[in-house]
C-alpha cells in the first residue's frame, strides 16, 4: 500500500530452514499481494544468508518469515543480525507460523515486530503492515 508521495511496500516473504511447508508462507503472499503490496516470495529451504541477501537486492521494507520447523529461536535472530550486519536494520522482521506463546515475546525482545500464529486472518496481517510499516528510505 501507499500513501501519497510514497511507494509501496516490498515484502519478502521467506520460508528460512529446511521444513517442506509452504502452504501458510504461500497464502500470507497472496494476501499481501491482493492488499496492494509488492512481493517476493523466496521458495522453500533457504538459509539466513539466502534471505538477507534476496532482502538487500530487493529493497525490501519487510522480510516476513514462515516456519513450522521449531527453529524459530535460532533463525528469525541470525537474520536479524544479518540484516542489521549488512545495513538493513530498518527493515521490520515480522514471523508465523507455529511458534508456542511462550517464545513470541522472546522472538519480540530480539527484534521481530509481530508474530503471526495459526489461526491468524490475513486481514488482520495486512492491518497490522498498514498501521505499523512505512516504506524505508533508500
Known sequence: MKGEGERKLRILVAKPGLDGHDRGAKIIARALRD??????????????????????????????????????????????????????????????????????????KQGVAAIFTPGTDTRDVVDWIKKNVKPRKI
Open 35 to 108: 492488499a496492494g503490496f509488492e512481493v517476493i516470495y523466496t521458495g522453500l529451504h533457504q538459509t539466513p544468508e539466502m534471505i538477507v541477501s534476496a532482502a538487500l537486492q530487493e529493497d525490501v521494507d519487510v522480510v516476513s518469515l514462515s516456519i513450522l520447523s521449531g527453529a524459530h529461536n535460532y533463525l528469525f535472530p541470525e537474520i536479524i543480525r544479518q540484516l542489521k550486519e549488512k545495513g538493513l536494520g530498518d527493515v521490520t522482521v515480522m514471523g508465523g507460523g507455529t511458534i508456542p506463546d511462550e517464545d513470541v515475546l522472546i522472538l519480540k
